[in-house]
């Protein structure tokens, strides 16, 4: 019966053109299978029907036929075919992308038009017809995608994926910011599901830890063009695994790789832990228990200072309802003759100093704290009023400079203190645990058990000699921060010049090492130091000594009695008073400065406690 249809097909197809043009005279559409009468040598009938156009009349396209006998006649010629008329979003897309700059239109994509099937989803198709033109790119074929997407493997990523089907954009200027985004973006999408990744066996923390990374944080904030994205290690196409001889991440091509923006990189260099995972006990051991100690450290130092600060604030509190309540009774404390003479505390070295420790710590804090919590909205918004992540690194490592020249300061006054000045009694080892030297004694542990009774109202508050244990520990951590900011900040400063002699997972350290300690000392000296200095009750809402050096001398009596005691038993406190106190002016601009400088760092303090509250990484 089949083989007698398909005689017959072909006499069937002429008695429809004979009939035809009579019947498109009246009006009527014009039946597809006339049209395939003339041009079925050219257009398989079968192959016609089971295409996506098989549904519709050849006039639905060719719609400048209307009159069938003078198209026969060839008295109507035929213009091109404006698929847009049905595509309306493919070809909104389409006049979109790259493609219509270069001229290709839809049928240079499409060239089986009339035999065009539904490729539901099959990227083995888009591969095959991308490579047509774009053959340079044919190593994609051989790269853990193509070779998945040949498989059938519909969850590796194909040309789709990445450039879209229609809507394929230009990269233009490769080290423009959309061209460094897309280099990434587009990655992430796929990588990012961790379903897809798992079923797929695939490593699945590749973004969680880019994003953690310096690059992927200057990525997520809006600067991709500084950075390092995904493809300028793994390449945009030949991504190989990391043990095929031709991959860009294979240890033999690892400082080629990373030369590309390391131009000094070294192999020793090369042994950075791109996707190092701290958590990860078993593959990264250091990194594991390095952030596990700086994680230590940084709880046991909140853990004890906010306990003691808390504690402070309720004694300090109830001790200035008491004061109040004496002076309601007309119990007045201030007996004692020149109460308010000013002594010298400071001289204008330290002050210098103290303005020195000031302006560079909250310069690092401000352009620190929006790369350490990347992912807060307003770290974007302080990145953007900088003018970018190269403007805030810029001022990052100019406050750097600042705290390393403080710091040579206060190392010059030590060996001073030590082994120059002629004005202090004793040897370097008895001025070191003297009462003038910041360096922590015996004394310190009488001093914090008095003050802890005082804080549970088992004794008096304790007075204190030239220096107390919190500006002891102040002092002390300066040297630790140094140690351990300084020098891993100076690592991740100059990766190069490191990356010489240390091996890469160094700079993983550093990076843990910079950020946790950091983390430390912005939210020990916002809360703690600020409540020491200026919070506390009796100095609220800020002691002004280190910004003129001035004290008075009942203050002085009261807080540092034994410092008092020892200057009269040597005859020396009127070699510390004060021959004229600070000008007005002085005061009123200095003053301002510390406010503002109080109110900015109370300010980091409350976002870091939001980025913390919100679920920041």
């Given at each position: 019966m089949q083989f007698v249809f398909c005689r017959l097909l072909p006499f069937l197809m002429l008695l429809i053109a004979w009939a035809s043009p009579s019947l498109a005279e009246q009006g009527m559409a014009i039946d597809p299978a006339t049209c395939l009468g003339c041009h079925g040598d050219k257009i398989p009938v079968r192959a016609f029907a089971e295409s996506v156009h098989g549904k519709n009349a050849c006039t639905s396209c060719h719609v400048d036929i209307t009159d069938l006998a003078k198209h026969m006649r060839?008295?109507?010629?035929?213009?091109?075919?404006?698929?847009?008329?049905?595509?309306?979003?493919?070809?909104?897309?389409?006049?979109?992308?790259?493609?219509?700059?270069?001229?290709?239109?839809?049928?240079?994509?499409?060239?089986?038009?009339?035999?065009?099937?539904?490729?539901?989803?099959?990227?083995?198709?888009?591969?095959?017809?991308?490579?047509?033109?774009?053959?340079?790119?044919?190593?994609?074929?051989?790269?853990?995608?193509?070779?998945?997407?040949?498989?059938?493997?519909?969850?590796?990523?194909?040309?789709?994926?990445?450039?879209?089907?229609?809507?394929?954009?230009?990269?233009?200027?490769?080290?423009?910011?959309?061209?460094?985004?897309?280099?990434?973006?587009?990655?992430?999408?796929?990588?990012?599901?961790?379903?897809?990744?798992?079923?797929?066996?695939?490593?699945?923390?590749?973004?969680?830890?880019?994003?953690?990374?310096?690059?992927?944080?200057?990525?997520?904030?809006?600067?991709?063009?500084?950075?390092?994205?995904?493809?300028?290690?793994?390449?945009?196409?030949?991504?190989?695994?990391?043990?095929?001889?031709?991959?860009?991440?294979?240890?033999?091509?690892?400082?080629?790789?990373?030369?590309?923006?390391?131009?000094?990189?070294?192999?020793?260099?090369?042994?950075?832990?791109?996707?190092?995972?701290?958590?990860?006990?078993?593959?990264?051991?250091?990194?594991?228990?390095?952030?596990?100690?700086?994680?230590?450290l940084l709880l046991s130092t909140f853990t004890i200072f906010w306990i003691h600060t808390l504690?402070?604030?309720?004694?300090?509190?109830?001790?200035?309802?008491?004061?109040?309540?004496?002076?309601?009774?007309?119990?007045?404390?201030?007996?004692?003759?020149?109460?308010?003479?000013?002594?010298?505390?400071?001289?204008?070295v330290h002050i210098f100093m103290h303005i020195l420790v000031i302006t560079s710590f909250l310069g690092l804090s401000l352009t620190g704290l929006p790369l350490k919590f990347s992912t807060q909205h307003w770290a974007i918004s302080l990145m953007n009023l900088y003018g970018g992540s190269a403007n805030a690194g810029f001022i990052h490592r100019i406050c750097a400079g600042i705290t390393f020249v403080y710091f040579g300061m206060a190392l010059f006054m030590s060996i001073n203190f030590l082994f120059i000045r002629k004005d202090l009694p004793g040897n370097p080892i008895q001025r070191l645990f003297g009462p003038d030297s910041l360096c922590f004694n015996l004394r310190d542990i009488m001093d914090v058990t008095r003050m802890v009774r005082w804080f549970f109202f088992r004794g008096p508050k304790p007075t204190f000699e030239r220096w107390t244990y919190w500006e002891k520990f102040d002092f002390v951590a300066v040297f630790w921060g140094m140690f351990a900011i300084g020098g891993s900040g100076l690592m991740l400063w100059f990766p190069e010049f490191f990356g010489m002699f240390l091996p890469g997972w160094a700079f993983n350290v550093a990076t843990i090492v910079h950020s946790d300690e950091a983390l430390l000392a912005t939210g020990f000296i916002f809360s703690v130091h600020f409540f020491n200095t200026h919070g506390r009750p009796e100095k609220f809402p800020m002691d002004f000594v280190i910004f003129n050096g001035q004290i008075g001398k009942e203050e002085m009596l009261e807080e540092r009695g034994d410092q008092w005691k020892r200057y009269e038993e040597l005859g020396v406190t009127e070699q510390y008073a004060c021959k004229r106190t600070s000008g007005v002016a002085y005061d009123f601009l200095v003053k301002g400065f510390g406010f503002t400088a109080l109110f900015t760092g109370i300010s980091l303090l409350l976002l870091m406690i939001l980025a913390f509250i919100s679920g920041a990484e």
């Amino acid at each position: 019966m089949q083989f007698v249809f398909c005689r017959l097909l072909p006499f069937l197809m002429l008695l429809i053109a004979w009939a035809s043009p009579s019947l498109a005279e009246q009006g009527m559409a014009i039946d597809p299978a006339t049209c395939l009468g003339c041009h079925g040598d050219k257009i398989p009938v079968r192959a016609f029907a089971e295409s996506v156009h098989g549904k519709n009349a050849c006039t639905s396209c060719h719609v400048d036929i209307t009159d069938l006998a003078k198209h026969m006649r060839k008295e109507i010629k035929v213009q091109k075919v404006q698929c847009e008329r049905c595509h309306k979003k493919q070809n909104a897309e389409h006049y979109a992308s790259v493609h219509i700059t270069k001229g290709v239109m839809c049928a240079d994509c499409h060239t089986d038009i009339h035999v065009h099937k539904y490729w539901k989803g099959d990227k083995r198709i888009v591969v095959a017809k991308c490579i047509q033109c774009h053959d340079k790119e044919s190593v994609y074929q051989k790269s853990v995608h193509g070779k998945a997407v040949a498989a059938g493997n519909m969850d590796s990523a194909a040309c789709n994926d990445c450039h879209g089907l229609h809507e394929i954009k230009p990269l233009g200027d490769p080290k423009s910011r959309a061209n460094r985004e897309f280099h990434t973006k587009v990655c992430l999408k796929c990588h990012s599901d961790e379903a897809m990744m798992k079923r797929n066996n695939v490593f699945n923390v590749a973004v969680k830890t880019y994003m953690e990374s310096y690059h992927g944080k200057n990525y997520r904030l809006g600067f991709p063009e500084k950075v390092a994205g995904c493809a300028d290690c793994h390449t945009a196409h030949s991504v190989l695994p990391k043990d095929d001889p031709n991959s860009s991440v294979n240890p033999a091509n690892l400082v080629n790789t990373c030369a590309k923006c390391h131009s000094k990189a070294t192999v020793l260099f090369t042994k950075f832990y791109a996707h190092g995972e701290h958590s990860d006990r078993e593959k990264y051991p250091i990194l594991y228990y390095t952030f596990l100690a700086m994680t230590g450290l940084l709880l046991s130092t909140f853990t004890i200072f906010w306990i003691h600060t808390l504690l402070w604030m309720f004694r300090g509190f109830v001790e200035n309802r008491e004061k109040a309540a004496k002076l309601a009774n007309g119990e007045h404390h201030h007996v004692m003759p020149d109460a308010h003479k000013q002594y010298r505390r400071f001289n204008r070295v330290h002050i210098f100093m103290h303005i020195l420790v000031i302006t560079s710590f909250l310069g690092l804090s401000l352009t620190g704290l929006p790369l350490k919590f990347s992912t807060q909205h307003w770290a974007i918004s302080l990145m953007n009023l900088y003018g970018g992540s190269a403007n805030a690194g810029f001022i990052h490592r100019i406050c750097a400079g600042i705290t390393f020249v403080y710091f040579g300061m206060a190392l010059f006054m030590s060996i001073n203190f030590l082994f120059i000045r002629k004005d202090l009694p004793g040897n370097p080892i008895q001025r070191l645990f003297g009462p003038d030297s910041l360096c922590f004694n015996l004394r310190d542990i009488m001093d914090v058990t008095r003050m802890v009774r005082w804080f549970f109202f088992r004794g008096p508050k304790p007075t204190f000699e030239r220096w107390t244990y919190w500006e002891k520990f102040d002092f002390v951590a300066v040297f630790w921060g140094m140690f351990a900011i300084g020098g891993s900040g100076l690592m991740l400063w100059f990766p190069e010049f490191f990356g010489m002699f240390l091996p890469g997972w160094a700079f993983n350290v550093a990076t843990i090492v910079h950020s946790d300690e950091a983390l430390l000392a912005t939210g020990f000296i916002f809360s703690v130091h600020f409540f020491n200095t200026h919070g506390r009750p009796e100095k609220f809402p800020m002691d002004f000594v280190i910004f003129n050096g001035q004290i008075g001398k009942e203050e002085m009596l009261e807080e540092r009695g034994d410092q008092w005691k020892r200057y009269e038993e040597l005859g020396v406190t009127e070699q510390y008073a004060c021959k004229r106190t600070s000008g007005v002016a002085y005061d009123f601009l200095v003053k301002g400065f510390g406010f503002t400088a109080l109110f900015t760092g109370i300010s980091l303090l409350l976002l870091m406690i939001l980025a913390f509250i919100s679920g920041a990484e």
